[in-house]
Nanobody
Framework: QVQLVESGGGLVQAGGSLRLSCAASGRTFSSYGMGWFRQAPGQEREFVAAINWNGDNTLYADSVKGRFTISRDNAKNTVLLQMNSLKFEDTAVYYC???????????????WGQGTQVTVSS
């Protein structure tokens, strides 16, 4: 079992940067693939980025490729999402998730955080 808590969201101007952090509890964190998803008002939850257990394999949505970077520190039970060149359309609640394997499909993830709001002003 793992519990996830996101932080780092906030209000930023377009073109700015934010770094989201997901802190995980539990001794099995390093065995999980980790993902970030987001959900804007009135829209379905969508995949953002994912990383495998040791960080040597990452996946990105086309919409964030080249702007966002996912990383993890297993010693600190943390996964990060560095978001640069933010756009208005990046506004959403961002969720951290843990699953057996990193995947773009949210159904592969067993554990979810409560989310953190990111608002980008145009």
């Amino acid at each position: 079992q793992v519990q996830l808590v996101e932080s780092g969201g906030g209000l930023v101007q377009a073109g700015g940067s934010l770094r989201l952090s997901c802190a995980a509890s539990g001794r099995t964190f390093s065995s999980y693939g980790m993902g970030w998803f987001r959900q804007a008002p009135g829209q379905e939850r969508e995949f953002v980025a994912a990383i495998n257990w040791n960080g040597d394999n990452t996946l990105y949505a086309d919409s964030v490729k080249g702007r966002f970077t996912i990383s993890r520190d297993n010693a600190k039970n943390t996964v990060l999402l560095q978001m640069n060149s933010l756009k208005f359309e990046d506004t959403a609640v961002y969720y951290c998730a843990a699953g057996s394997w990193p995947h773009t499909d949210s159904r592969w993830y067993e554990h979810w955080g409560q989310g953190t709001q990111v608002t980008v002003s145009s």
